[in-house]
């Protein structure tokens, strides 16, 4: 799928025109935009439940995390409607399957993105209207094997880890805790590909809950590897990505696996624990993928410190497209790993944007529900290359109106800070890796090549890839 990535030069300065932005994508890549029309009878049978299995099924079935089962006719149909209004959201808050990518602007191409075509859009909307008909019971595919292992939706684990169990009282206050330390048991160094965490804890499955948050108590967890024998974090220890709340699982690029070292302890540093409304027992479960033995990763991780606010925020009360900005210059050659938007409960929607001399480039907008935080990996051919020097901007907005289901009260004004009533916007989840100049230029050449990009492209997130077509480009860019 290299089409999407590719604008014509025409549309280079669409970042503020997302009417242009989709021209210039669909225009260059010369496919039409796909019809919304659907031919003849959509049936359970022979359209949705394919959907549902590919895009739904991992969460909708029992024992995982959504409130009901879509495995079946009997199981989706009592929520036909509710189907196609939450589908219909496409990227807005509220939207199933939850991913906020806008596909209008920026790149288009992430990892392990269940997100519905326009096509599947109009199926589903179709088959409600019609009275959502069941359609030939032999047309029904036959069911996933969702295996042992089932809870994994990056596949299957090589080795999983629990924390010690806690309990939470219905009532009680948020706090903050060390749950210690979980030898890993490994004799040897190993490299990870993915790794995922997931909750379990003992709230009824059908329990009513309208978000995400009122199943879990655990809402994150900052941990790492040490391979100190009492826990202490030092230069050698591991940072792994912090799970939270309706947060998806990650997927590390090839070249970078994370070492999980010989001999370590998984430092459960700190949880924040936030009481549901019901005594809850639960503990966390950690499952790590390997790369093979002797596996070397060829990159470095980068840090980009400061891309987000922090104490000076200054959140209006009962206004709705409050806009924040902050900025990174980046001191290395970098590829973009993953974009994490982080806001609160104020927070609708962030972009990132990468600045390069005179050449501004959207790379990624989401809108944000602080009941569902996602990461967003970009796919190997679609990880912004951005040369140093290039400042990272990410933009925020947010809504305190009475529009914003998630708040519990708009009055007040209100500051930065680690409560979800106060605020927080940053980007420093995000991840990054650091390319020497070497790498960077291999890394350039190979994109170039991959995508078979010419002269007159215009690829979002690679602002001196057309200077390896055109050297005179690269050389005016770089001074
Ligand atoms: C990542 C897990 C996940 C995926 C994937 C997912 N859902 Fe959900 N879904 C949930 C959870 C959790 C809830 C309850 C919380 C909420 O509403 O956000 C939910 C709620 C819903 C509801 C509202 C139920 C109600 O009582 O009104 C509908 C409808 C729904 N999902 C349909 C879908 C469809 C259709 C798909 C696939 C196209 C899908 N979901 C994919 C986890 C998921």
Request: hydrophobic share 35%; charged share 20%.
């Amino acid at each position: 799928m290299k089409a999407t990535l590719l604008a014509s030069p025409r549309f280079s300065l669409w970042v503020c025109g997302s009417v242009a932005g989709l021209l210039g994508v669909v225009a260059s890549a010369g496919v039409g935009a796909q019809s919304t029309a659907t031919a003849g009878d959509v049936t359970f049978t022979k359209d949705i439940a394919p959907i549902l299995q590919k895009h739904c099924q991992t969460c909708h079935r029992p024992d995982s995390l959504a409130p009901m089962s879509l495995l079946t006719y009997e199981d989706a149909r009592p929520y036909a409607r509710a189907i196609k209004a939450r589908t219909a959201l496409r990227t807005q808050r509220g939207a199933m399957p939850p991913w906020y990518i806008e596909k209008d602007i920026g790149i288009q191409q992430y990892k392990d993105d269940p997100s519905l075509s326009e096509e599947e859009l109009a199926k589903i909307a179709k088959w409600t209207d019609s009275g959502a008909p069941r359609g030939n019971p032999a047309e029904m595919p036959p069911p996933l094997d969702f295996g042992s292992g089932d809870q994994w939706k990056l596949g299957k684990p090589d080795l999983v880890l629990s924390s010690p169990s806690i309990t939470v009282k219905a009532m009680s206050a948020d706090q903050w805790i060390s749950l210690g330390t979980v030898p890993t048991g490994l004799t040897e160094d190993r490299y990870v590909r993915s790794v995922e965490v997931r909750e379990v804890n003992d709230i009824p499955r059908n329990a009513d809950s309208k978000t995400v948050g009122g199943r879990f108590v655990f809402h994150h967890m900052n941990y790492s590897s040490s391979t100190d024998p009492t826990g202490r974090i030092d230069e050698n220890s591991t940072h792994w990505p912090l799970p939270e709340v309706g947060r998806n699982g990650d997927i590390f690029p090839e070249q970078a696996g994370k070492l999980l070292q010989a001999g370590s302890l998984l430092v459960l540093e700190q949880a924040h624990v936030h009481a549901n409304g019901r005594d809850t027992n639960a503990h966390l479960e950690f499952a790590f993928r390997f790369h093979p033995k002797g596996y070397q990763p060829g990159v470095k991780w980068a840090n980009v410190s400061g891309l987000g606010r922090g104490a000076d925020m200054d959140v209006k009360p009962l206004t709705a497209n409050q806009e924040l900005h902050a900025y990174a210059v980046l001191q290395q050659h970098t590829k973009v790993v993953t974009f994490e938007p982080h806001l609160h409960a104020a927070g609708t929607r962030m972009c990132l944007e990468a600045i390069f001399g005179t050449d501004i480039q959207t790379l990624t907008c989401a809108a944000y529900d602080h009941n569902w935080v996602r990461t967003y990996a970009y796919a190997d051919d679609a990880m912004p290359l951005l040369p140093k020097g290039t400042i990272l901007h990410i933009i925020g907005v947010l809504d305190t109106s009475p529009a914003n289901k998630n708040l519990a009260d708009g009055r007040n004004w209100s500051g930065g800070g680690r409560r979800s009533v106060s605020n927080m916007f940053h980007d420093t989840l995000g991840t990054y890796i650091e390319l020497t100049e070497e790498q960077f230029e291999k890394e350039m050449a190979e994109r170039v090549r991959k995508l078979k990009l010419t002269k007159s492209d215009y690829l979002i997130g690679c602002p001196l890839c057309m200077g390896v077509l055109q050297p005179e480009l690269a050389s005016t860019a770089s001074r």
